[in-house]
């Protein structure tokens, strides 16, 4: 409706955006996302445009406007890219799955701050029991993926200051990472590699593993912030 756009447009000024970005509303139950790498669209529900969910509505779409601030969609896109040319790397689902956990955690951060970490933790997890999870699409980014609400919300109560991404820094980790998988790929084109590959994909880690990937996700985050 007229006022949704309204607050949009505010936001989005208030953010630094150009421009509000397209504005489309879902008959769908699922998450808030943003998809589109080259021209960002904002999908919610219509249940999040009713008079009674303002301030939800607000918090999400301070999240899903700092993610087209940030350029995360293309780093997503190029995520994806990365891992489809090194499939049977596991490090580099792990890199993926580290990536889209820090920008999650840096929108989780801005769409707190008006409302305050409380506020916002306990709507993020009231979405995630109403709505389904954003869906599986390559070059969108979501408010929320059920495996992740659990650890954005422990993660909240850390004190964490947040910077957008420069781009000099993204080619740099980006370039040195392709570096590394290339020289690296041949002898882990192994069968038993690309079967590990498949098991960090499908979340099927042991708890070792587990802390591995969150350590990994935590130096992804420190970068993103230095």
């Not at 989780?108 to 916002?120: F, K, L, Q, T």
């Not at 590699?193 to 990994?216: D, I, T, Y």
């Amino acid at each position: 409706g007229r006022a949704t756009r309204e607050v949009l447009a505010e936001l989005s000024g208030q953010m630094g955006l150009r421009a509000a970005p397209e504005f489309l509303v879902t008959e769908e139950e699922v998450s808030p996302l943003v998809v589109g790498a080259r021209r960002p669209r904002l999908v919610v529900p219509r249940r999040l445009t009713v008079p009674s969910q303002a301030g939800v509505l607000r918090m999400a779409l301070r999240h899903e406007l700092h993610h087209i601030r940030n350029r995360d969609l293309q780093r997503v896109a190029f995520l994806q890219a990365f891992v489809l040319l090194f499939w049977f790397h596991p490090l580099a689902w792990m890199l993926r799955r580290a990536h889209n956990l820090a920008v999650e955690e840096l929108g989780d951060r801005v769409g707190a701050e008006e409302s305050g970490r409380s506020h916002y933790s306990a709507s993020l997890a009231r979405l995630a029991l109403d709505l389904r999870p954003q869906p599986g699409h390559p070059a969108a980014v979501g408010l929320f993926r059920s495996s992740q609400v659990v650890e954005r919300l422990r993660r909240l109560r850390r004190p964490v200051a947040h910077q957008p991404l420069r781009a000099g820094r993204w080619l740099l980790a980006g370039g040195f990472g392709m570096l590394v998988l290339a020289v690296s790929g041949v002898g882990l084109a192994h069968p038993k590699h690309r079967a590990e590959g498949r098991k960090v994909a499908s979340g099927q880690l042991s708890a070792e593993e587990r802390a591995l990937a969150r350590r990994a996700s935590r130096g992804v985050l420190d970068y993103l912030v230095a």
